[in-house]
């Protein structure tokens, strides 16, 4: 048998691209409503939560859905604000990330070797050093809180950014229309903003689309080792991390935060793949 | 070659170098009284003294900076408030249950993604090619504790074929090291399947294949070392994060090493241990990639040039 030519790649295709962004939508709406839609203050200690034995309610229990927390605190309530800090963190921080990565990378495509041999090698390390030591110690550096949260996780995204965004302007450097643009006058600036960028920009937004859902992953990951978010603010990973002995007696309290996580990660992954698989048809 | 060894081993210098920078400038930007947080709160005022003196906090930064890296130098790390033991003997003692299981959870990543990739090409466009790429997408949405807790769960609680945690028998490592290996397999399986289709064009298996040697063992002997080459880099990098995932996967089987190192320093604020974990990490992945960069010189001619 003659090997048959390269398969059908199995594609998710447009539709993922969709249902990726389509469930990230919903998911915005769900924190930014996560006030108006929470059954109750997601800190509140309720004497109500927690059942006789002091155990938390399971789920279906009277008047809380997804039963309460170890503390008597409505677990819906805290996913839905949880998931808002996790989510907007990964976001926040991975916007910052990408812009300090596309500043950096195209600094260092652009600019004179030496200086942009430096650039790299600083987001070679950035890579080298494992991103959760990395984002761990920022986080118990700075302190704990949503703030410090994201300067850790934008502190280890920046680098992977800087790397994709370097290694595609590179390529593009060395297409004839910027030999063009060159040849009929225009500045090195305005190359760079108007015939570069352009074809930098879709694959490091596809790449920090999939960052953001690394970044959540990142987050829960920090939460369950303890750092990242200070109780009583509620976080995926904080949640996870403090309910984690409870896996056996109360699976719900890791099975609704961890499918969550799950389907932000997910949906973050269909847009991101979504988005590359045009750009890298094009070349 | 002896040229290149010394360059790569330079630029190591340099990478552990800004490694350390970077942790001192995070002890730096600690708020409040840096020998506070080295020392922990309990710290007597006559303690906190002294280790304003070892560090040198009164002094000027340029007198404080070459002084830490003269220290890092030497292997002095600090001393861990929260173990009472200097940095340093923690971390010779946490290191190698971690390299262990880091080891074992790469060898097993190996085993399961290159024989998938295997199986998996030589049947394109087939379900089982499809559930690959779906499977290794599903995988790298849940963070690998989850994946630890779910085996947990299903094959030490419910079924009790394995302890639940600790690592005091050979059975206790097979729940973390799936854990951490299931998920990276197919991560590599997926990479490898593609490096394997690209090669699936190649001259050198057209001809091969119609020399009449069996498509299997045209895949195995000729297509799978030219698909692995490009992925040593890869593997590398990739190293970063499973050695993150070791030390999280360490702690949700409570087994000794790095991560549950990490999980104590972090609850107790143990500045000092932070960064001595953070180091001694980036240490390691710098060398993993210097060992990586140097087998794909030793195993490809090509790259020799």
């Known amino acids: 048998m003659i090997a048959a030519g390269p398969p059908p790649p199995s594609r998710p295709g447009r539709w993922g691209l969709r249902a990726g962004a389509l469930i990230l939508l919903l998911l915005g709406l769900l924190s930014v409503l996560a006030p108006v839609l929470s059954p109750y203050d997601p800190t509140f200690e309720s004497p109500a939560g927690l059942s006789a034995l002091g155990e938390p309610l399971d789920p279906g229990a009277a008047g809380h859905l997804l039963g309460t927390d170890p503390k008597g605190r409505d677990l819906l309530s805290r996913i839905l604000h949880g998931g808002r800090v996790t989510f907007l963190a990964a976001l926040v921080a991975v916007a910052a990330a990408t812009v300090a990565g596309l500043t950096i990378g195209m600094l260092a495509a652009f600019s004179a070797p030496r200086l942009g041999g430096l650039l790299m090698r600083a987001a070679d390390i950035g890579l080298a050093i494992p991103g959760l030591l990395l984002a761990a110690a920022i986080t118990a550096v700075l302190g704990r809180g949503v703030t410090s949260l994201i300067v850790g996780l934008a502190g280890v995204f920046w680098a992977p950014l800087a790397r994709v965004t370097y290694g595609q302007a590179v390529v593009i450097r060395q297409r004839p229309f910027i030999e063009a643009a060159r040849v009929v006058g225009a500045g090195p600036l305005f190359t760079i903003v108007r015939h570069v960028l352009p074809h930098v920009f879709p694959v490091v937004v596809a790449y920090a689309a999939l960052s953001v859902g690394w970044a959540a992953l990142f987050e829960s990951s920090l939460g369950f080792l303890g750092a990242g978010v200070q109780e009583p603010t509620p976080s995926i990973g904080a949640m996870l991390g403090c309910c984690l002995i409870f896996y056996r007696s109360h699976p719900g309290l890791i099975l609704f935060p961890t499918l969550y996580l799950g389907v932000l990660v997910a949906a973050a992954n269909l847009v991101g793949e979504g988005l590359r698989r045009p750009t890298e048809e094009g070349r | 070659m002896t040229r290149y060894l010394a360059g790569r081993l330079g630029s190591m210098v340099i990478t552990l170098w800004l490694i350390a920078t970077a942790g001192f400038i995070l002890v730096e930007l600690i708020p409040g009284d840096p020998a506070r947080s080295l020392a922990g709160p309990s710290a007597s005022a006559t303690s906190l003294e002294s280790i304003r003196q070892a560090y040198g906090f009164d002094d000027p930064l340029v007198v404080r900076y070459p002084a830490a890296m003269a220290r890092l130098a030497t292997g002095d790390l600090g001393y861990s408030f929260s173990r009472s033991e200097p940095v340093a003997q923690v971390l010779a003692r946490s290191l190698p249950p971690t390299l262990l299981l880091t080891a074992l959870a790469f060898a097993a990543e190996l085993a399961i993604g290159i024989p998938l990739a295997l199986w998996v090409v030589s049947r394109p466009g087939r379900r089982a090619d499809r559930l ?34 600790g690592a005091a028998s050979a059975r206790a490592y097979v729940l973390p090291v799936l854990s951490l290996a299931v998920p990276f397999g197919l991560v590599l399986a997926r990479l490898l399947r593609t490096t394997l289709l690209e090669e699936e064009d190649q001259a050198y298996v057209a001809f091969a294949l119609a020399r009449g040697e069996p498509p299997w063992s045209v895949r195995i002997r000729h297509q799978l070392p030219n698909a692995l080459l490009p992925l040593f880099s890869v593997l590398a990098l990739d190293f970063a994060g499973l050695f993150s995932s070791v030390a999280v996967v360490e702690v949700a089987f409570s087994m000794p090493g790095l991560g549950v190192d990490l999980f104590n320093a972090l609850r107790r604020l143990d500045t000092a241990l932070i960064v001595g974990i953070g180091l001694v990490g980036g240490a390691l992945v710098a060398l993993v990639n210097l060992v990586a960069d140097v087998a794909v010189i030793l195993v490809d001619p090509r790259a020799r040039r």
């Open chain 2, 132 to 165: 690959l790429v779906a499977a290794a997408g599903a995988s790298s949405a849940v963070p690998a504790f989850l994946v630890g807790l779910i085996l947990i769960y299903l094959f030490a609680f419910q079924l009790g074929w394995f302890p639940l945690g």
